[in-house]
């Protein structure tokens, strides 16, 4: 099984700041089969992410991502109020097709 | 529009069994691969199961593995999810999520609202 840990856990900042979070995977997540989703209180999940750095339909262009292996990144470049929410990252590529701990951005 | 809709959660005894379903409309249900995501009370996302468009390929989280069965009837573009010998530790609010293809490796484009399951004396 692929494990992936976010971090930080929480990150704390105001409404214009960068954010950077992290997902690492226990081992390489071959062809790149990343994805990252925003989650909002109440709500399901909403892609933003797929394959490790392609955007998908409707997502801001704020919002980007890199990485390949064992290390990804998903940066918001100027957080909007709308951003505040937890952000998961999830390899596809092995089953169980597991997902990060997830990454709050909350407001400072 | 793509449209998911959950239903069949409730409150269950440890021990029993419930099934859900999962009703999607809006795009060619056969053509794209299903998935089964959990989240628990204040916790993070599980994956449960996925299947295949076709039906042919089913996979399974350990922790369900040999309890749950993912299932999917084309004919009525509706995903199922049959969950036997519950236990406390499956009380989740349960959502289905469509795949972006129907092969095996699917990132999940569209999520419907999710549907509570609570395993409870």
């Known amino acids: 099984e692929i494990v992936l840990t976010q971090s930080p856990g929480t990150l704390s900042l105001s409404p214009g700041e960068r954010a950077t979070l992290s997902c690492r995977a226990s081992q390489s997540v071959s062809s790149n089969y990343l994805a990252w989703y925003q989650q909002k209180p109440g709500q399901a999940p909403r892609l933003l992410i797929y394959a490790a750095s392609n955007t998908a339909t409707g997502i801001p262009d704020r919002f980007s991502a890199s990485g390949s292996g064992t290390d990804f990144t998903l940066t918001i470049s100027r957080l909007e109020p709308e951003d505040f929410a937890v952000y998961y990252c999830q390899q596809y590529v092995s089953s169980p097709k597991t997902f990060g701990q997830g990454t709050k951005v909350e407001i400072k | 529009e ?7 959660g409730g409150l269950v005894q440890p021990g029993g069994s419930l099934r859900l379903s999962c009703a999607a409309s809006g795009f060619t249900y056969s053509d794209y691969a299903m998935t089964w995501v959990r989240q628990a009370p204040g916790k993070g996302l599980e994956w449960v199961s ?52 129907s092969g095996n490796y699917p990132y999940l484009d569209y999520w419907g609202q999710g549907t509570l399951v609570t395993v409870s004396s």
């Open chain 2, 2 to 8: 793509v449209q998911l809709l959950e239903s069949g």
């Open chain 2, 50 to 101: 996925g299947i295949t468009g076709g039906g042919a390929g089913t996979y399974y989280a350990d922790a369900v593995k040999g309890r749950f069965t993912i299932s999917r009837d084309n004919s009525k573009n509706t995903l199922y999810l049959r969950m036997n010998s519950l236990r406390a530790e499956d009380t989740a609010v349960y959502f289905c999520a469509k795949g972006h293809y």
